[in-house]
């Protein structure tokens, strides 16, 4: 595994379901740009599914606490699983560093880790009077994100979990590996923090010309369509949030200061 891949734990409990884990580790291993790493985190050194499919665990559950990731899959012995104090206690997670999904049943698990606190959530019928019998609402749609947390439920959840994933570590990708790399450069120019800011702001946006890019690589086949629809949000975000993080770090204070024009358009 390369030292700068993205590491993500996918936990799987004792009588797991195998599309949770399987489809999820599948699609996040199969990224390589920025790479991702998922691995199997499980209690034990093995574990069997739902329908008797043994696996050894790729990682120990305190894997989970390290990893830049983690998504929780759902199970047929999650409710028992919610009441084990022991594992719960393994799974400290933190939403301010991590990113954490759940799949059906492994919203009881957060709801359990006080996770989805003042938050609603998606999960499966059979466990959504568990998830709310924990003071949890949850919501009739297959998917629902709040922050660095979210939940979905259904034969596709995983799916839904995984590009998530996918999505929020290239965006942060994209923002540190272009606009990280401006600030600096700014900084190493000599210019001033609040300047640099700006600069690495404006510069951040990807704009028409990153639309223009991925399209031509989706007609000759160099990507495909899930990729590009990730690229497409990812030029999106960065160019909606040029104008406003651009007044917030420099065009207020440069226009108080004078560096600015006072009638320049305020955004």
């Not at 990729?227 to 160019?239: D, K, N, R």
């Not at 917030?248 to 024009?261: N, V």
């Amino acid at each position: 595994m390369s030292m700068n891949a993205r590491q993500i734990a996918i936990v799987t409990m004792e009588g797991f379901n195998e599309l949770d884990s399987f489809i999820a580790s599948a699609m996040l291993n199969r990224v390589r740009q920025p790479e991702l790493k998922a691995l199997i985190v499980c209690p034990s050194d093995r574990v069997s599914s739902m329908n008797g499919v043994v696996v050894h665990a790729q990682a120990p559950m305190s894997f989970a606490r390290e990893a830049d990731a983690v998504i929780v899959g759902s199970g047929i012995h999650t409710r028992d699983i919610a009441r084990n104090p022991a594992l719960l206690a393994e799974l400290n997670l933190d939403p301010q560093r991590q990113i954490i999904g759940a799949q059906c049943s492994g919203a009881l698990i957060l709801a359990k880790l006080g996770l989805l606190a003042n938050v609603p959530a998606c999960t499966d019928t059979r466990t959504k009077p568990w998830v709310e019998e924990a003071g949890v609402k949850v919501l009739d749609q297959p998917f629902v994100a709040h922050g660095n947390v979210a939940t979905a439920g259904g034969c596709l959840a995983s799916h839904y979990l995984a590009a998530w994933v996918i999505a929020l570590v290239v965006l942060g990708a994209s923002i540190l590996g272009k606009g990280g790399a401006c600030w600096v450069a700014a900084r190493l120019t000599g210019e001033d923090h609040r300047t640099a800011l700006g600069l690495a702001t404006l510069m951040n946006s990807r704009g028409m010309m990153e639309l223009i890019l991925i399209n031509i690589g989706l007609q000759k086949g160099i990507i495909e369509p899930a990729l590009f629809s990730i690229l497409a949000l990812m030029a999106i975000v960065t160019t909606l949030m040029a104008t406003p993080l651009f007044e917030r770090f420099y065009g207020r204070a440069a226009r108080r200061s004078g560096e600015l024009p006072a009638d320049a358009v305020e955004a």
